[in-house]
């Protein structure tokens, strides 16, 4: 736990949410600045701030959690599809740093944008910078 950190404060209770499902990993509530109907978070209790942080053990409960309840939140709020996503990051619009994953469903006609619309433009790179970026990836994940 981290005692500044706004969503440990509502794992321990102190600060109210509204809790959609909650077992002993992972704790998933609505969003207090929802972009859409529905949209929920869902966080594994202990604080881990990115990725890179969490470990796969404590990784496992978040992703099953979403796997369960994304289909639950599209039907609860009669919705089209959802977008699930990550924040990895300041740099990436994470505002809070305590890893968790985003629901936002999504409606005909909402003007939201699929996860390609997040930079605005498309990167500008040739094979050979491709195939460079790969490759570097591919060595690191070995």
């Known amino acids: 736990m981290s005692e500044d950190c706004i969503f440990c404060q509502i794992v321990a209770g102190d600060i109210p949410s509204r809790t959609v499902y909650e077992d002993d990993d992972v704790l ?3 969003d207090a600045n929802p972009l859409a109907p529905g949209h929920t978070v869902v966080i594994p209790k202990p604080h881990h701030e990115t990725f890179a942080d969490l470990p796969a053990d404590a990784g496992r409960p978040v992703f099953a959690a979403l796997h369960r309840l994304t289909p639950v939140v599209e039907d609860a709020v009669d919705a089209d599809a959802s977008n699930v996503a990550f924040n990895n990051g300041e740099a990436a619009g994470q505002e809070i740093p305590h890893v968790h994953g985003h629901i936002v469903p999504r409606f005909e006609g909402d003007g939201g944008g699929a996860v390609h619309t997040i930079m605005g433009e498309l ?10 970026i790969a490759a570097r990836i591919s060595d690191a994940a070995e």
């Open 28 to 30: 998933a509530f609505l």
């Open 123 to 132: 990167a500008d790179l040739d094979d050979d910078e491709l195939d460079d």
